[in-house]
Each structure stands twice: as C-alpha cells, then as structure tokens.
C-alpha cells in the first residue's frame, strides 16, 4: 500500500517533536557516566547495535519470514533505546542513572549505526538484490540525523538556558510520546489490516523470540564480564527495549507499511514483557539492599 507525501512527512515531524521533548529531559551531566563507568555504559549501548541486530538476523532466518516482513524485524532490532526503558527501569528498580545514559548515547550513536546495520543485514536478506526495495544509506542516515541528533542537541541547549522552562514542559512532552506511540501502532495496524490477521501471528513470534533473547543476553553478558547485579539487570531492560516509533517512522519513510509491522507489534509486547520483568526485578525478586531498606 502506497502512503502520501504528506503521511511520510507527518511522522518524522512528529517523531523529532518527541525527540526535542527527549533533550529538555537531558543534560551534559548525564555523559559523565560513560567515563565513570565505560565497560557499563559500552555493554548496554553496543547491545542494541550488536546483540539486537544479530538477534533479529538469527530469528528472521530460523522462521524464514519473508523479505519485507524480515527487513522489518532487522529495522527495529537496529534502533537505539527510547525513554520507555528508563521508565522500566525505574519501576524494576534499577540503575535508572545509567539507563539514561545507554538510552542518550544509544540514540546520538543511532544516526550511523543504524543505517549501517540495516545496509548490512539488507544485503545479507536480498544477495542478488532481486527485491524492489533499495535501501539508501546516506537518505537514512540524514533522515536520522535531522529527526533524531538535531531536535534532541536543541533540547539540551533549550535546558541549558531555560531549566525552569524545560521542565515545565518536559512531562507535557511525554505525555505526547505516548500517544504518538499509540497513533503510530494504530497507523501501522490500520495500512496492514487486509492481511494483518495471517501476518500478526507469524511476526507476533518473532518479534517474543527477539525481544526475550535481548533480555537474557542483555542479563547474561554483563554477568560474565563481572558487571554489578543491578547493573546488569539495567542493561537487560536498556537492551531489550528499542525504540520503536523510530523503527516504524524509518520503516514508513523508506520502506512501507508492511515494514513497519514488526516494530508496531514489538511495541505492544515490549510493554507487556517489560512491565512483567520490573514486576519480577522491583517486587518478587529485589536485590538485597532493596529488601533491606
């Protein structure tokens, strides 16, 4: 289904609305994490880059998901982390000040990284380059950077200069995230709607496969390099969540409705699965200084 000039240009505005509401909730402050503690910081960030994409790759390949649907789940395991992983986080009661930081760095990372990645694994899906779809590094690359680096440097600056105004505004501006979220969901749902049925159960499996191997790898790895109990479960949730109205804006703007599935999907079950592992995390199995206090 073709969508409008005006439909592909609606959601990267709005979407670097939502990003601008991101910066006035940022600070330079918030970067000293990454020198404290690199290896934390390195770990949770370079987990959307490289555990989500090779995730996303291994389940695309075990289901055998057709090319568009396929490139879809690669889209949205290529995206950074957005502010929901911070609220998670916070209710897991976990190391809200570093999941900050891996969601900032991850998504002034994600300009590169992600076109990069979708380049990369878009090769691998279509070696012969049979498919319709061309995937143009350097449109996405500028797209991102215009929706994604620019409103949220803008962000920090307005905080910088006005701190009272920016939060003021900043619980305003999530409010308005989440129901963008909700449009955008509802948007990808309502273009796919005349094979949604036969579609939703297939990418539904792909989408719990992905983001479940986020969460254990995104617990485990930090294990095995010694990294703190807290910390680990923080990089779980950073890594296991992605921001996925980044996912179906790309998607819409470069690819099609069909595209944008897979991120619509994961957007409700990260929900679903993530409020579950705070629940876990915060209440039936808190760490022990938590039990303490």
């Given at each position: 289904?073709?969508?409008?000039?005006?439909?592909?240009?609606?959601?990267?505005?709005?979407?670097?609305?939502?990003?601008?509401?991101?910066?006035?909730?940022?600070?330079?402050?918030?970067?000293?994490?990454?020198?404290?503690?690199?290896?934390?910081?390195?770990?949770?960030?370079?987990?959307?880059?490289?555990?989500?994409?090779?995730?996303?790759?291994?389940?695309?390949?075990?289901?055998?998901?057709?090319?568009?649907?396929?490139?879809?789940?690669?889209?949205?395991?290529?995206?950074?982390?957005?502010?929901?992983?911070?609220?998670?986080n916070y209710l897991a009661k976990g190391d809200v000040a570093l999941a900050v930081v891996?969601?900032?760095?991850?998504?002034?990372?994600?300009?590169?990284?992600?076109?990069?990645?979708?380049?990369?694994?878009?090769?691998?899906?279509?070696?012969?380059?049979?498919?319709?779809?061309?995937?143009?590094?350097?449109?996405?690359?500028?797209?991102?950077?215009?929706?994604?680096?620019?409103?949220?440097?803008?962000?920090?600056?307005?905080?910088?200069?006005?701190?009272?105004?920016?939060?003021?505004?900043?619980?305003?501006?999530?409010?308005?995230?989440?129901?963008?979220?909700?449009?955008?969901?509802?948007?990808?749902?309502?273009?796919?709607?005349?094979?949604?049925?036969?579609?939703?159960?297939?990418?539904?499996?792909?989408?719990?496969?992905?983001?479940?191997?986020?969460?254990?790898?995104?617990?485990?790895?930090?294990?095995?390099?010694?990294?703190?109990?807290?910390?680990?479960?923080?990089?779980?949730?950073?890594?296991?969540?992605?921001?996925?109205?980044?996912?179906?804006?790309?998607?819409?703007?470069?690819?099609?409705?069909?595209?944008?599935?897979?991120?619509?999907?994961?957007?409700?079950?990260?929900?679903?699965?993530?409020?579950?592992?705070?629940?876990?995390?915060?209440?039936?199995?808190?760490?022990?200084?938590?039990?303490?206090?």
């Amino acid at each position: 289904m073709q969508l409008g000039a005006v439909e592909k240009g609606l959601l990267p505005a709005l979407l670097a609305i939502v990003m601008l509401g991101m910066g006035f909730g940022l600070a330079i402050g918030d970067f000293k994490r990454i020198f404290t503690t690199p290896l934390q910081t390195l770990v949770g960030t370079l987990g959307h880059f490289v555990i989500m994409p090779l995730a996303a790759y291994a389940v695309v390949l075990i289901l055998g998901l057709e090319y568009e649907l396929a490139l879809g789940v690669i889209l949205v395991g290529s995206c950074p982390s957005g502010t929901t992983s911070n609220l998670i986080n916070y209710l897991a009661k976990g190391d809200v000040a570093l999941a900050v930081v891996i969601t900032a760095l991850s998504t002034l990372l994600c300009p590169l990284l992600t076109p990069v990645i979708v380049t990369f694994f878009g090769s691998l899906l279509d070696p012969t380059g049979s498919s319709m779809m061309q995937i143009s590094f350097f449109e996405m690359l500028k797209t991102v950077v215009v929706i994604i680096v620019l409103p949220i440097s803008i962000g920090m600056a307005v905080k910088h200069k006005f701190p009272g105004f920016a939060q003021k505004i900043e619980a305003p501006y999530k409010i308005f995230s989440i129901l963008f979220l909700v449009f955008v969901v509802a948007f990808v749902t309502y273009k796919n709607r005349e094979n949604f049925i036969e579609m939703v159960l297939l990418v539904g499996l792909a989408v719990i496969l992905h983001n479940t191997f986020g969460f254990l790898a995104g617990y485990l790895f930090p294990k095995l390099l010694g990294i703190a109990e807290k910390q680990a479960r923080t990089i779980s949730i950073e890594v296991a969540i992605q921001n996925t109205t980044l996912g179906m804006t790309l998607a819409i703007q470069f690819f099609g409705p069909k595209v944008a599935l897979p991120s619509a999907i994961f957007s409700i079950w990260m929900y679903i699965a993530g409020i579950a592992m705070a629940l876990f995390w915060g209440y039936v199995a808190p760490l022990k200084e938590e039990k303490a206090a």
